[in-house]
């Protein structure tokens, strides 16, 4: 099984990005995907979930900012977030079905 996000980098408050991540070596498209994120010196904090019928669910505080959606003819799945905040800054983690992991990726907001 492997998970592979991109997408991150720096960016200034009230911007966008989105991530992307490639997975490989299950049914993804029986999978729910999540994205969860880790903020220095915090705890694991879920994001986002959809599952195979894409039904999307948010977790509040990013709730009207960000997207959650998938591909499964491409077996990837993607967060796209917008009007970013500094509070958002965190290691952002792919997840199959709280089972498997990705090895994330870093995003920075700042000015």
């Known amino acids: 099984v492997q998970l592979v996000e991109s997408g991150g980098g720096l960016v200034r408050p009230g911007g966008s990005l989105r991530l992307s991540c490639a997975a490989s070596?299950?049914?993804?498209?029986?999978?729910?995907m999540n994205w969860l994120r880790q903020a220095p010196g915090k705890g694991l904090e879920w994001v986002a979930g959809?599952?195979?019928?894409?039904?999307?669910t948010y977790a509040d505080s990013v709730k009207g900012r960000f997207t959650i959606s998938r591909d499964n003819a491409k077996n990837t799945v993607y967060l796209q977030m917008n009007s970013l905040k500094p509070e958002d800054t965190a290691v952002y983690y792919c997840n199959a079905d709280f089972e498997y992991w990705g090895k994330g990726t870093l995003v920075t907001v700042s000015s």
């Open positions: 959809i599952k195979s019928d894409h039904g999307r």
């Open positions: 070596g299950f049914t993804f498209s029986s999978s729910r």
